[in-house]
């Protein structure tokens, strides 16, 4: 994951827009066709309501994708181009169930320290990229068209995603899951919140601090004001004074402490748009990865990176797949939430474990606020990120730490019969 777009081997193309395997693509199937393997010759696959949900939902977006052949005159490469990015948003929520299916209550906090040091390795990256290495996706592909792949971005930390909203985003959940551990006085060393505040400052997404402030304000309805939170606040800001003329002159370098930028404007005209085609397809949208296409079709844009995109949170969902796939996306959404207050109040778990849930929730809310300026909800190294983090949540409800068989909600088991 910390490799980023820097492990990129192109494979699709349309126009500018490109469809690459990723390095972290690899790995994420190796991962999912072993621990298949291991399933089958276990006979046994659990499926709970989450996954239950998702699968239901990549079944909207692929049947919205068919309809849209016929509907917009997509060709059979436009069908296979759309179709990859919903192969891989599928390759992703099979970690979630490699997860469900693998983790005990005993690996929540291990596997919870490798995903944290991966992000606290990316964003130190970020930090050393921001000091010394401006315009970082420009030195790594240099023959990349300007403001179509990775806009320039100065200073500002991009670290390997190239962006540095994605970027923004990936230390908000990070840091949201340190501060519900830290809430419920879970062990977490002052220097890591630390060092991704002083990361996601660098970043200048604003997208990024409203997502925090909200995901903060999730953490505060859970479980109040706590001395530690407190102690940990008050040496942010002790630290981060200083600081503040330079973070003032540079974000005015940047235009973000103004609301007349051309990228806050153009969300505006790219939501109307989003209505319009929402209008016209309300009940299945226009299916996974071809918005980019329709767009063409209805005269909005040309074929661009940024046309397949859109910076709406569920009205992109709802876009793709309708008003029955976003109501599937909410459903899976609010299990996960469901999930995590039950294991937030019972009082048998572990204030690590009850912590992890209140952050799971903080930065599942966080993602979802952030998507109303980006398309991170489905980024994926940002959706990995949080099915690993939901299925945390799955392990945490866990009767017996040393038993991963007992569901914490509802589900089904998938049994192979034995010849």
Known sequence: MVVGQLGRIPILEAGV?????????LLVVATVLFAGAVALRRQHLHLDVTGGLALLFAAVGGISVAVSVGKYDLSLFQLLFSLAYLGRWLAYFSLYLVAVNFLRRGDVTPVWNSLEGAILLFAGFGIIQSAFLPGFAQIVYPD????????????????TFLDPNFAGALIVMGLLVQLGRLAYGASVPAWKPLMLVAALILTLSRSSFLALAVGGMVVLLARGLSRRLLKLSALAVVLTLPFVPYAVDFAVTYNKLSLDDPSLLGRIIAWDRALQVLADNPVLGVGFNSYGFVQ????????????????????????????????????????????CRRVRRATDRTAAERGLAVGVAAATVALLVHSLFLNSIIYPFLTQVLW????????????????????????????QVPP
Not at 17 to 24: D, F, I, M, T
Not at 144 to 159: C, E, F, I, M, N
Not at 327 to 336: E, G, N, Q, R
């Open 144 to 159: 990349a068209a300007l403001y179509t792949q990775w806009d320039p971005q100065g200073r500002r930390l991009v670290s």
């Open 388 to 415: 690993i983090l939901w299925a945390l949540t799955f392990a945490a409800s866990l009767r017996d730490p040393r038993e991963g068989e007992e569901p914490g909600g509802p589900g089904v088991r998938l049994v």
């Open 17 to 25: 827009k490109e469809a690459p395997l990723l390095v972290n693509d």
């Open 296 to 339: 063409l079709k209805y005269g909005f844009a040309e074929l661009s990176q940024s046309a397949f995109g859109l910076d709406g949170g569920l009205l992109f969902i709802a876009v793709m797949t309708g008003g029955v796939g976003v109501l599937i996306y909410s459903a899976m959404v609010s299990s996960v939430l469901l999930r």
